[in-house]
């Protein structure tokens, strides 16, 4: 067959519609890349076709099909090709499926921070992380019903969540390679070649208005080495994966190994929904750490996107994650100056607290003694959150609400007190571009 007829096969195939004008100019720019010079290779002839790689909302798998096949009638025609013209559906072929896999997942924030974990991915259904705390999240949702598990290493705890109303097995991963696989890219261009890890690898560039993708596979399996997303205010990591053929069922099982202290709770996905609406409030915030350190805020609230804190050095810190960009102030009143700074990761959300204090009590939760609270018996109770802390809750006799909140976490304890539910909150407390009179405003840089 010939190469020209094999073109307009892969157009008629493609699920994509082209106009006869547009058709007609891939098969005219075809036709005259075919008969470049024999001396010629792929990579330096001058392919006018190649205009159709930058025409808007074409798949980039039906692009670099057709640019194999072309790219394929130029090497028997030519004896040469360069290898980036088919990297790309080399990749997208070896991805079509899910197959086991793992990788070192990286994040970087803009404001410094970092994030960590080795992350394992046995099916679309079963995933496990070793965290950075040293914490390994186990979830086996091919399991009815489904169920998730946490390990604790250095304290021997184990706490198994079971969600008893699921009924059926639930695709509950991301699956990254399914995900480059479906790349759509308008400019996704070839990088050349690179080592990474001791591998060769073929480089794209694969952006788009959110996500900057750069991805790297190993010229050999075709198969991602490194993979690295930037989007606004963060950058993500992906590498040194791993492709076995499987993994050890174990390090997927939710039963934890033996010597494990375990608790098992048994949550609904109609108990991770808000129990109540919450309005504006104001509480006490007191850290407590091992090394003795300890350090106490007032927090107001204005919803979940939006706080004040009275610190105890005396400063202010305002907080709006509503917008796509998130966007703090800091008030000194020793130094009058006002400190204002913004980083492109927006919208965000706090944990809810108050909500998942009172979705401890799902009839697996610990009575605790009556405490006197504000002239009242307060009841309180015990349980474990999803993420593997032990919180004690007393509540109010009358409304329901807490009024105390203690929550062990990994390493600190936090204690939430002194509840104002009454005391009105003007929005004016919450206003990042509220500056009082007579302060310096000092930006920081953008992020």
């Known amino acids: 067959m010939r190469p020209t007829v094999k073109i307009k096969r892969l157009l008629s195939q493609a699920n994509y519609h082209?106009?006869?004008?547009?058709?007609?100019?891939?098969?005219?720019?075809?036709?005259?890349?075919?008969?470049?010079?024999?001396?010629?290779?792929?990579?330096?002839?001058?392919?006018?076709?190649?205009?159709?790689?930058?025409?808007?909302?074409?798949?980039?798998?039906?692009?670099?099909?057709?640019?194999?096949?072309?790219?394929?009638?130029?090497?028997?025609t030519t004896g040469s090709i360069d290898i980036a013209t088919v990297a790309w559906a080399d990749v997208q072929k070896e991805l079509q499926k899910m197959r086991p896999h793992s990788y070192l997942y990286r994040t970087q924030y803009a404001d410094g921070k970092t994030f960590s974990m080795r992350h394992y991915e046995r099916n679309s259904y079963g995933r496990?992380?070793?965290?950075?705390?040293?914490?390994?999240?186990?979830?086996?949702?091919?399991?009815?019903?489904?169920?998730?598990?946490?390990?604790n290493p250095d304290a021997k705890k184990a706490v198994k969540t079971v969600y008893t109303d699921t009924t059926e097995p639930k695709h509950i991963n991301f699956d990254v390679l399914g995900f480059v696989q479906r790349i759509q890219a308008t400019d996704a261009k070839p990088l050349g070649e690179?080592?990474?890890?001791?591998?060769?690898?073929?480089?794209?560039?694969?952006?788009?208005?959110?996500?900057?993708?750069?991805i790297w596979a190993d010229t050999r399996t075709h198969l991602p080495v490194y993979v690295e997303l930037v989007q606004p205010g963060r950058t993500i990591i992906m590498s040194e994966f791993q492709y076995p053929d499987n993994f050890d069922p174990s390090l997927f099982s939710t039963e934890p190994p033996a010597g494990y202290e375990l608790k098992v709770r048994k949550e609904t996905l109609k108990q991770n929904q808000p129990t109540v609406k919450v309005g504006r409030y104001s509480c006490t915030d007191t850290y407590r750490y091992p090394d003795g350190r300890e350090h106490t805020n007032r927090t107001l609230r204005k919803d979940l996107s939006h706080r004040r804190e009275l610190r105890t050095n005396g400063t202010i810190f305002i907080c709006d994650l509503s917008g796509a960009k998130l966007k703090t102030?800091?008030?000194?009143?020793?130094?009058?100056?006002?400190?204002?700074w913004e980083a492109g990761r927006g919208p965000r959300q706090d944990?809810?607290?108050?909500?998942?204090?009172?979705?401890?009590?799902?009839?697996?939760?610990?009575?605790?003694?009556?405490?006197?609270?504000?002239?009242?018996?307060?009841?309180?109770?015990?349980?474990t959150t999803a993420?593997?802390?032990?919180?004690?809750?007393?509540?109010?006799?009358?409304?329901?609400?807490?009024?105390l909140i203690e929550a062990k976490q990994q390493k600190r304890?936090?204690?939430?007190?002194?509840?104002?539910?009454k005391t009105p909150l003007d929005d004016s407390l919450f206003d990042v571009n509220n500056i009082p009179p007579g302060y310096e405003l000092v930006k920081k840089p953008q992020q």
């Not at 496990?128 to 390990?151: C, Q």
């Not at 909500?355 to 605790?368: D, S, Y």
Request: aromatic share 10%; with cysteine.
């Open 18 to 76: 082209f106009d006869e004008a547009t058709r007609r100019e891939i098969l005219d720019d075809a036709r005259q890349a075919l008969g470049q010079s024999g001396r010629e290779s792929a990579a330096t002839a001058p392919v006018g076709w190649r205009k159709f790689m930058k025409k808007t909302l074409i798949p980039f798998a039906v692009a670099a099909a057709i640019f194999i096949a072309a790219g394929l009638a130029i090497y028997v």
């Open 128 to 151: 496990r992380e070793e965290r950075e705390t040293g914490e390994i999240f186990i979830f086996d949702f091919s399991k009815v019903p489904n169920e998730l598990l946490i390990l």
């Open 194 to 214: 690179k080592t990474i890890e001791g591998k060769t690898t073929t480089g794209f560039h694969c952006p788009d208005p959110i996500n900057d993708f750069t």
């Open 329 to 340: 102030l800091t008030l000194d009143p020793n130094t009058q100056k006002a400190e204002f």
């Open 351 to 383: 944990p809810d607290i108050i909500n998942i204090a009172l979705r401890l009590k799902n009839g697996n939760e610990k009575t605790l003694a009556a405490r006197e609270i504000n002239g009242k018996s307060c009841k309180g109770f015990e349980g």
């Open 387 to 403: 993420g593997g802390e032990d919180w004690s809750v007393w509540v109010d006799p009358e409304s329901g609400m807490p009024v």
């Open 413 to 421: 304890l936090m204690i939430i007190s002194d509840f104002d539910y």
